[in-house]
Every structure is written in C-alpha cells, then in structure tokens.
C-alpha cells in the first residue's frame, strides 16, 4: 500500500506551467497587437477623447465603492 503522490503533481504543475506561458505570450500578443493598430488609427480615436471622458464620469461614479466615506453617525462628538 505505498504510493507514490509526487508524480501526479509534478505532471499537474508542468501543465499549469504551460498554460501560464501560453495565456502570457497571448496576452503579449494582444498588446502589440493593440498598440500597433491604435498606433495606425490614432487620428480616429483622438476625436472620441473628450466623449470617452465624460462618460467616465457617470461610470466611475457607479462603480466606484461608496463605503469609502466613513460612519457621519460619530460625528458628534467633534462638535
């Protein structure tokens, strides 16, 4: 009844090790790629600067966690 569990997990880690490389070689990929098609088309996108703006504002102010504020229940205490 003596088995051996090293070798299941040293297979598994290779696996995920190469996954990892191939998800960060796509991701590599897929910025370059990025950066040269809004390197070509930058005069297109410049427009949509102020646009993209202001509708960063609405959405910031949704997503954003608004349990940042603190408790206004203690504040009686400073008066």
């Known amino acids: 009844m003596n088995h051996d569990h090293t070798t ?9 090790g190469g996954s990892r490389k191939l998800i960060g070689a796509v991701i590599m990929l897929a910025l370059i790629g990025a950066f040269f098609l809004l390197r070509e088309h930058w005069s297109h996108i410049a427009g949509y600067w102020p646009y993209l703006l ?13 349990g940042g504020h603190g408790s206004h229940e203690g504040d009686s205490s400073k008066k």
């Open 54 to 66: 202001l509708l960063a504002c609405p959405l910031m102010h949704l997503f954003h966690g608004h």
């Open 8 to 16: 299941g997990h040293s297979e598994a880690a290779n696996a995920s």
